[in-house]
């Protein structure tokens, strides 16, 4: 163990995932509660931690599965499908309203797929990078999902490549997500 552990990326995507059932958690406590503005706030602030994360992973932590897991390439692969069938549902949950009818299906279907996801790479993917790589590998590659993390989009992009070269643009759409944020206010904790 190294004083860094805490930046590995295994503890640093594992931190997003404990923030991102929070955020499931508040909305299934507040389901029959909360006024609708509330539950679109959580919802914005789901998808902006899931956006973010996601194209972290598909920038630094997928590359690494490639290339240093046996049949990285497969997993890999299995994992990007499921970030665009999240980007595809959070595109969905971004047009509607709470009030809106599919909106708690839809809701309920972004957090079964989720909820599947992390388990798979906490359970399968997380165990297989740490028993290949070495503590200070998993701390740079921690590092520059961190760094990645403050200028990653916050919206979803579902025709944005999820894959190396393609996903470069990544920083540039974080910008305008972030400007369009900024304007709208967005994001900001009421």
């Known amino acids: 163990m190294t004083e ?3 930046d590995d990326v295994i503890a640093v995507l594992t931190h997003d995932h404990r ?3 929070a955020l499931f958690d508040e909305l299934d406590r507040t389901r ?3 006024d609708p503005k509330q539950r679109k706030t959580l919802v914005d602030r789901a998808t902006i931690e899931l956006v973010r994360h996601a ?3 598909e920038q630094f932590l997928y590359p690494a599965v490639r290339l240093n897991v046996d049949g990285g390439a497969e997993l890999a692969d299995r994992e990007i499908r499921e970030h665009a069938q999240v ?3 959070l595109k969905e949950l971004h047009g509607m309203q709470p009030g809106d ?3 708690e299906p839809t809701l309920r279907r972004l957090v079964e797929a989720v909820t599947a996801h992390i388990a798979e790479e906490e359970q399968i993917l997380f165990p297989q990078l740490r028993s290949v790589c070495t503590a200070e590998d998993l701390v740079a590659i921690g590092k520059m999902v ?3 993390k403050k200028i990653a989009p916050t919206r979803p992009h579902p025709a944005a490549p999820d894959t190396p070269p393609g996903n470069l643009t990544a920083p540039v759409l974080g910008v305008v997500d972030r400007v369009r944020d900024a304007v709208s206010g967005r994001g900001r904790e009421s």
């Open 32 to 34: 029959d509660s909360a």
């Open 55 to 57: 194209t972290v992973e």
């Open 87 to 89: 980007e595809l549902t």
């Open 146 to 148: 961190t760094t990645g």
């Open 101 to 103: 009818e599919p909106f």
């Open 4 to 6: 860094n552990d805490h």
């Open 19 to 21: 923030e991102v059932r």
